[in-house]
């Protein structure tokens, strides 16, 4: 694994992958040429972005930049206005069939957890697969387990999310989007809204996720992670993909004058 | 200890430590506390006996058993006329207050979570038209809308030989709203039979479809089945038994109708004036209640694939009952304390007759207002008791 040149935030914190991590030629999410406005805003401008299935892509940026909004267009919390998005073969339309393909396929993990807080972290994580894949309560039970033991938090089946840090609450949230085994995870900014100590027990469930060979897309100013599990990492500015290029040159040799400005803020604090 | 008689410095000193110490000062102020209410009850009690003792009365309740040698005009549950007793009249003022308390809890729930959900909507004629309905209601006194309801119908409507007529079978008029009385003849027991066999079909068939969904995964369409079965099974039951029920529909004779079922206009002022009244307080408490449910929760819930309706079914509802509950609950107490305010436009209730009439007739004001108290009272800590079974269920857990 390269080091990054510059003084290498929380390098040794990640836990880097043990195997090989792999990527096959079949095509997970296509987007061509998509744009979209909130009114006037124009946040995305002329999106083009293809990931094959086993990519693990970190999306950053400043903030206002359209990264969260750029991957809420990829399951439909947000609507795109012009350009195609297709996901495994299914372009998002306002067909609410395909949408509903489309979201029981992707999972989401965002940076609140939203965790539904008046059910327990087990019903938290066996409620779509009850309602939505129509599963028996019992076998819904044991594949919420078998992912609550993934994340490592097999002890707090029975509490609610109330009682749990925030590093469990987000560890939650991945167990309950992996319950619908999805075949492409988005991720929110999953550890902004945690403390330091926390970060990690986070990251090391997501190292583990991309050594699995899940389809990843994720915004984050982790650059740690970046470099430990992404094949690509992805620039964003104004709504618009200012430079992609694989992590050990995104970091130390980077293009454009505005990537080279945000990374000396980021890396030096 | 025995310091403190001998040197004022010490005793001062004793009182800033007793009250410095948070354990002794709060032992202190209960003491005080106590004191001071036991003393003004003491004085109250005193002051009663006194005055009862200066006037000659007794304090008993046997004039309820004595004739109350007045009318009713409205006592739609039991039989009552001018011999009755106190008791009885008192009986229908309670029945009175309850039964419009009763259906203006029905009414202003309601409206209320139609409206509140209305002034969600993101129609702009729609939101608008409710908010302004909803702020002119909440900042009028209630009183002055039961008057203007009351006002409306006995001033604006016509004398029943003018009546406003729908459809041959409802009329309102000045004097009331009169309506058709449903007549069950033979066969309607077999009927009602058959509709209490399907709610409890209904029941079992609601348990059932759980335990088949915990163990074969499949999701029955619970609502519509039982809306099915019950709607079903009693036509059929009725139409079976020879449609057993005929209409006694009110007709004109003379001045007024007869036949059917009167509501008189006190009724349905009071009724429709205190309903959408509460009504536009229920409406900002369901909106804060929904708008209290971060908008993450709709996200999270559809990002799993779930459905707009079984969102609002699984996460939205349950969360927002949590926060809707309590206030409704307030909003249910207000409602029926204010049905007091009936005694401004004649509707008997239980102010009107014990705490009015009875009360100018036997003179006996301490009893006729504990009657009137205690009944306030009890529908209240009713009221609030359920409310507070259904919060203690519902409490979200956290740490």
């Known amino acids: 694994m390269p080091t990054i040149a510059t003084d290498g935030i929380a390098e040794d914190k990640i836990r880097h992958p043990t195997k090989k991590l792999t990527i096959s030629e079949e095509v997970a999410i296509e987007m061509v040429a998509v744009h979209k406005w909130y009114g006037e805003f124009h946040v995305l401008k002329d999106i083009n972005l293809t990931v094959n299935a086993g990519e693990r892509i970190v999306i950053c940026g400043p903030s206002g930049s359209g990264k969260s909004t750029l991957i809420r267009c990829i399951n439909r919390l947000e609507e795109h206005q012009k350009g195609k998005i297709v996901v495994d073969g299914v372009e998002l339309t306002s067909n609410l069939k395909n949408v509903e393909i489309i979201r029981s396929e992707v999972g989401i993990v965002f940076q609140q957890f939203n965790l539904f807080p008046h059910l327990t972290v087990l019903e938290n994580c066996s409620l779509a697969p009850i309602w939505v894949r129509k599963m028996r309560k019992a076998e819904a039970e044991e594949i919420a387990m078998k992912y609550l033991e993934r994340v490592r938090i097999p002890e707090q089946a029975a509490k609610y999310p109330g009682q749990l840090s925030g590093g469990q609450q987000q560890r939650v949230a991945i167990a309950r989007s992996l319950c619908m085994n999805p075949r492409i995870m988005l991720f929110d900014e999953p550890t902004s809204a945690l403390d330091p100590e926390m970060i990690k027990e986070v990251l090391d469930v997501m190292v583990e996720l991309a050594e699995s060979g899940m389809t990843m897309l994720c915004v984050t100013h982790e650059m740690g992670f970046a470099t430990a599990v992404a094949n690509r990492v992805i620039f964003m500015d104004f709504g618009e993909i200012i430079e992609q290029n694989e992590p050990h040159n995104f970091f130390n040799n980077p293009q454009s004058e505005r990537t080279k400005l945000f990374l000396s803020q980021i890396l030096h604090h | ?399």
Not at chain 2, 160 to 166: G, R, S, T
Not at chain 2, 167 to 181: H, V
Not at chain 2, 324 to 341: D, E, F, G, R, W
Request: with cysteine.
């Open chain 2, 1 to 399: 200890m025995a310091v403190i008689s001998e040197n004022g410095a010490n005793t001062r000193n004793l009182i800033t430590r007793l009250w410095s110490n948070r354990e002794t000062r709060s032992v202190i102020i209960q003491i005080v506390t106590l004191t001071v209410i036991f003393a003004t009850l003491a004085f109250i009690f005193r002051n009663v006996v006194i005055n009862l003792d200066a006037r000659g009365k007794e304090f008993n309740f046997d004039f309820l058993f004595h004739p109350a040698a007045y009318d009713i005009t409205f006592s739609p549950f039991i039989e009552y006329s001018s011999r009755s007793t106190h008791l009885r009249a008192a009986v229908v003022g309670i029945l009175n207050t309850l039964l419009v308390a009763a259906c203006g809890i029905v009414l202003a729930t309601l409206l209320g979570f139609i409206m509140g959900i209305l002034r969600l909507s993101s129609n702009w004629i729609v939101n608008r038209t409710v908010y302004c309905f909803l702020e002119f209601t909440r900042n009028v006194p209630v009183l002055l809308h039961i008057l203007f309801v009351h006002g409306l119908i006995v001033i604006q409507l016509p004398v029943p030989k003018k009546a406003v007529n729908l459809a041959d079978s409802f009329f309102l008029t000045n004097r009331g709203f009169f309506i058709p009385k449903p007549v069950w003849e033979s066969g309607s027991g077999l009927v009602a039979v058959v509709l209490l066999i399907s709610i409890a079909f209904v029941v079992l068939f609601k348990r059932w479809a759980k335990k088949a969904q915990d163990s074969t995964g499949r999701v029955y369409p619970v609502l519509g089945i039982s809306t099915g079965v019950i709607v079903g099974a009693t036509a059929l039951a009725f139409l079976a038994a020879d449609m057993p029920l005929s209409w006694n529909i009110p007709e004109l004779r003379g001045f007024n109708f007869s036949g059917g079922i009167a509501i008189k206009p006190e009724f349905i002022a009071l009724w429709l004036a205190l309903s959408y009244y509460t009504s536009s307080f229920i409406a900002e408490i369901v909106r804060g209640g929904i708008l209290a449910i971060s908008h993450g929760q709709t996200e999270a819930a559809h990002a799993l694939g779930l459905r707009p309706n079984r969102t609002l079914q699984l996460i939205i509802i349950p969360q927002a009952l949590r926060v809707i509950v309590p206030p409704l609950a307030s909003q249910y107490l207000n409602l029926t304390k204010n049905s007091s305010l009936a005694i401004a436009i004649g509707y008997m209730d239980v102010v009107a007759t014990v705490g009015g009439i009875t009360l100018m007739q036997t003179g006996k004001e301490m009893e006729t207002m504990i009657i009137v108290l205690l009944t306030y009272l009890v529908f209240s800590l009713i009221i609030s008791g359920f409310m507070n079974l259904y919060n203690k269920k519902m409490a979200l857990v956290e740490r």
